[in-house]
């Protein structure tokens, strides 16, 4: 696949650093992420794949090294503050509260509310939430039989991609993911990547967290390996195989 | 673009477009309000003349709920937040005490008040009320720091400050009843009326309902509390500030006791120190038997409303037939445990 990348990335990171207490974990991890493109970030346990995403979502500060979005310097103090600047995070657990519906849960913390001084009281406008959650899932090819069930009925696949759209319908730059699929028989896993994909049509700057390389292969624009705290290897999924990956993921690649 | 689930938009139309009667047969609260009636239906036919039908015995029956309800519907709140208040009776002692005392000194000198003449009346019921509500919330948000500050479970919390309450009432009136309240409480709130038949503590139960009912389920409020009821995490993680959250209701759930307690001193013209130990469980009973979940995250404030009409409209039914109402207990009982189940058994039937 060529790209031609004129614009600087969406979110750009340069030696980030993070440690807790005396353990090291991010030592100066430098990567790209651009809009419309899936980057997956590959590592084995402890190389720090979940540290760095949550310097990006906010949850972590970093001890040293920049952030950039769309080529200028920021810094994020809180999730709220990275959700501000359009950087939405689907958790390995995917945060979603059970008991309430696919609607309520896509727009929690975000409520639409009605118009007047009922609007103003915070008496929310449930047809709109869920006519535009029904249309946002649609449009990541997801059809629900009812937006008004709690999401404790849905299948496992479902709520993952219930998550999916909700970071989906608000992120504006980026959108980050842990391990959307770990727990994920294979029909339900398609579902989801196929929703991974749209995202990342829709002129977002995807992470993926990963551990299934043969899927990561097929899925993603730019691999990133993390080896140690570092960034250890760039690679073009069409150019490399799985062999590859996992040499350079183990440290064993220069030494072939 | 292919995807991932050929379902039509035809056949998606059809849960979300379901009827408000379908929706309504799937709580718990639509099969507690069939046996309320079942109940109803069965005391009437059988009582002496069908007095149990009349129209004074169905309004007495909801004055004898009334006081309740304000505090079901408080509870209603925190086990949809996955919280729980057992010190509602010693908050509302507290709060009754604390009132009482405060329209017995200021309606009148030492000896108009003994002598039943009260020339500060009104002054003294709007002091003695504002003492009631402010007391109550205090109480509650006290609860609610502690829960959320100290991260301590409510459980615990709140049978801790029980014993702190109840030991502060009795310090206060060594153990004794604060008498002398005006009879006009009585007569012009609690036993008053409107247009003869709907009494007023009725009213007002109803309407604190009503309100409740509206922000549980139409505002971004009640969203918010079942939210933190189903998942603590996803809702901190949505950027609601669930600590405060929490305060709120409980100071909400402590506003509510102050009422209670104006109710109560209200209707019986004298504190009843000893009579709330069993509040905390009535109310919570109520609340789960109108299928508000234990595990937080469901909540009905209509099922709220007729759990608490069951175990008044049985001890009631039962007295009129004659029938020792020490049964209403073990009927009670059984009813808590039928809720209970039905509201496990939907769950599992989502799984």
């Known amino acids: ?256 | 673009m292919s995807t991932g689930s050929e379902t039509t938009a035809g056949q998606t139309q059809g849960p979300d477009a379901m009827g408000f009667a379908a929706r309504a047969r799937q709580t718990t609260a639509f099969w507690i309000f069939l046996c309320l009636l079942v109940i109803v239906g069965v005391f009437g036919v059988i009582s002496p003349n069908h007095v149990f039908f009349s129209l004074s015995n169905l309004f007495t029956i909801a004055l004898n709920a009334a006081e309740l309800m304000l505090l079901t519907v408080g509870m209603t709140y925190l086990l949809g937040a996955g919280q729980l208040d057992l010190s509602i009776g010693a908050n509302l002692t507290l709060s009754s005490v604390l009132a009482a005392m405060t329209i017995v000194s200021f309606a009148g000198t030492l000896d108009e008040v003994a002598a039943g003449d009260y020339p500060n009346l009104g002054w003294a019921v709007v002091a003695g009320t504002a003492v009631a509500v402010v007391t109550g919330t205090l109480f509650g948000v006290i609860n609610g720091i502690l829960v959320t500050r100290l991260r301590l479970s409510s459980f615990l919390v709140t049978l801790a400050t029980t014993g702190i309450g109840l030991g502060t009432t009795l310090v206060i009136t060594h153990g004794a009843n604060i008498p002398n309240l005006p009879r006009s409480l009585q007569t012009g709130f609690a036993v008053n009326r409107v247009f003869g038949v709907v009494p007023m503590p009725v009213i007002l139960s109803l309407l604190v309902a009503a309100v409740f009912w509206f922000v549980l389920a139409r505002t971004r409020f009640g969203i918010h509390t079942l939210a933190i009821g189903s998942s603590p995490e996803a809702a901190s993680r949505a950027g609601i500030a669930t600590g405060r959250h929490l305060i709120v209701l409980f100071g909400l759930m402590g506003m509510l006791t102050g009422l209670a307690a104006m109710v109560d001193i209200s209707r019986f013209a004298t504190t009843n120190i000893g009579g709330h130990q069993t509040d905390n469980l009535q109310a919570i009973a109520a609340t789960v038997i109108g299928g508000t979940s234990l595990f937080g995250g469901v909540a009905s404030i209509p099922g709220a409303v007729i759990g608490t009409l069951v175990p008044v409209v049985l001890s009631t039914g039962l007295v009129i037939m004659r029938v020792d109402s020490f049964y209403q207990l073990i009927v009670v009982g059984i009813i808590i445990i039928l809720a209970v189940y039905i509201d496990q058994r939907n769950r599992q039937s989502l799984k």
């Open chain 1, 1 to 256: 696949m060529s790209r031609v990348r004129t614009e600087p990335p969406a979110v750009e990171a340069r030696g980030i650093v993070k440690n807790f207490g005396s353990l090291e974990v991010l030592r100066g991890v430098s990567l790209g992420l651009y809009r419309g493109e899936i980057t997956a970030i590959l590592g084995d346990n402890g190389a720090g794949k979940s540290t760095f995403m949550k310097v990006l979502s906010g949850e972590h500060r970093p001890d040293g090294g920049e952030l950039r979005f769309d080529g200028e310097p920021i810094e994020l103090t809180s999730v709220q503050d990275a959700q501000d600047r359009g950087v939405e995070t689907v958790y390995q657990d995917l945060a979603l509260a059970p008991d309430l519906s696919v609607a309520e849960n896509v727009y929690l913390g975000r409520e639409l509310t009605l118009p007047g001084w009922l609007g103003r009281l915070g008496t929310v406008d449930r047809v709109a939430m869920m006519a535009e959650t029904r249309t946002v899932l649609r449009n990541l090819g997801i059809d629900l039989k009812s937006y008004r069930a709690s999401t404790r009925s849905l299948s496992g696949g479902q709520r993952q991609a219930v998550a999916v759209a909700r970071a989906v319908k608000w992120a504006r730059h980026a959108m980050l993911m842990d391990e959307p699929t770990a727990a994920l028989g294979a029909r339900q896993r398609e579902m989801v990547y196929q929703a991974i994909r749209s995202a990342a049509q829709r002129n977002l700057a995807v992470l993926l967290i990963s551990h299934d390389i043969p899927q990561v292969l097929k899925l993603a624009d730019a691999i990133i390996v993390l080896r140690h705290g570092h960034t250890a290897a760039e690679f073009v999924p069409s150019e490399v195989t799985v062999r590859d990956v996992v040499d350079a993921m183990l440290g064993e690649g220069k030494s072939a």
